[in-house]
Each structure stands twice: as C-alpha cells, then as structure tokens.
C-alpha cells in the first residue's frame, strides 16, 4: 500500500506537560534569534525581516500605485472630450 510516515514528536508539538498544561510562548522566543539551522532559539530576525520587506515593497509600489491612477484618470478625461 502506502509507505508509512515516521512522525518523531518534537518541542513543537501541543503536548500537555505532567500537570496537563500546553506549552506556552515566552517573550525571548520574539526576541531571541535563531540558533542551529532554525531548529531553535527565537523568530526575531524573521519578524525583522517581514518588517523590512514589507516597508520596501511599500516604497516601491505607492509611487506606482500613484502613477497609474494619475494616468487612467488624464486618460478617462481624454475620452470623455
């Protein structure tokens, strides 16, 4: 049939400690940053990263945005004479 999939629970997974809690987020994994590949340590440089791209893609993309519809506009008016 199928192969069979080897699932190795990791510290990721949910799963309750001895009292029945889940795991919770800390502040240092927000601001740590990765260690080993990504495998563990914190999200900070990721979260630096989606930040800084967003804001470039913005910069990028407004001053266009703003041509094209200052374009469409003077020609919607040509056609409207």
Same mark, same amino acid.
Request: aromatic fraction near 8%; hydrophobic fraction near 35%.
């Given at each position: 049939?199928? #192969?069979?999939? $080897?699932?190795?629970? =990791? =510290? &990721? =997974?949910? @799963?309750? =400690?001895?009292? /029945?809690?889940?795991? +919770?987020? %800390?502040?240092?994994?927000?601001? *740590? !940053?990765?260690? *080993?590949?990504?495998? *563990?340590? /914190?999200?900070? !440089?990721?979260? @630096? /990263?989606? @930040?800084? &791209?967003? &804001? +470039?893609?913005?910069?990028?993309?407004?001053?266009?945005? +703003?041509?094209?519809? %200052?374009?469409? $506009?003077? +020609? %919607? #008016?040509?056609?409207? $004479?």
């Amino acid at each position: 049939m199928g #192969a069979s999939i $080897d699932h190795r629970p =990791d =510290d &990721l =997974d949910p @799963v309750p =400690d001895s009292k /029945g809690r889940l795991p +919770v987020l %800390h502040l240092s994994f927000f601001l *740590e !940053s990765p260690k *080993e590949m990504g495998r *563990e340590g /914190g999200i900070f !440089s990721t979260i @630096v /990263g989606t @930040v800084a &791209l967003t &804001l +470039v893609r913005h910069r990028r993309g407004a001053p266009l945005g +703003v041509w094209d519809g %200052h374009f469409f $506009d003077r +020609v %919607h #008016a040509r056609e409207q $004479d």
